[in-house]
Nanobody
C-alpha cells in the first residue's frame, strides 16, 4: 500500500512558477512509476507528466513540454512538479499517482493504482 500527499498548490499570476510536492509513504518508493495528472473545472482528468522509478525515463504531455519538469528524490520518497511560465489554462487540481514500475510508460489514469487527494493550482492573468 502506498499513500500519497500533495502540497505546494496555490494562487499565482500568469508567467509565474510553482513547485508541487508529493510525499509518499512506504519504503519501496523507487519501485513505483509516478505521474502527475490534473483536472480543470468541467473537464476530465488528464495526464501531465510521468517518470519511471529510477528517474531514467520521463514523459510529458505536449501542453506542458518546455514549461513543466517532473523529478523525484527516492531517498526522500518525494515526487516534484516544477511549473514555470504558468498560464491561466493550467488552472486545475493537480494529482500525483503511482503504479508499480514495469518498464512501460502509461498515460491512462486507469493504469495508476494509488492517488493523492489533489492540490489546487489557480493561475490568474
Amino acid at each position: 500500500q502506498l499513500q500519497l500527499v500533495e502540497s505546494g498548490g496555490g494562487l499565482v499570476q500568469a508567467g509565474g512558477s510553482l513547485r508541487l510536492s508529493c510525499a509518499a509513504s512506504g519504503r519501496t518508493f523507487s519501485s513505483y512509476a509516478m505521474g502527475w495528472f490534473r483536472q480543470a473545472p468541467g473537464k476530465e482528468r488528464e495526464f501531465v507528466l510521468g517518470i519511471s522509478g529510477n528517474s531514467g525515463n520521463t514523459y510529458y504531455s505536449d501542453s506542458v513540454k518546455g514549461r513543466f519538469t517532473i523529478s523525484r528524490d527516492n531517498a526522500k520518497n518525494t515526487l516534484y512538479l516544477q511549473m514555470n511560465s504558468l498560464k491561466p489554462e493550467d488552472t486545475a487540481v493537480y494529482y500525483c499517482a503511482a503504479r508499480s514500475d514495469d518498464g512501460r510508460l502509461y498515460w491512462s489514469e486507469r493504469k495508476y493504482a494509488y492517488w493523492g487527494q489533489g492540490t489546487q493550482v489557480t493561475v490568474f492573468s
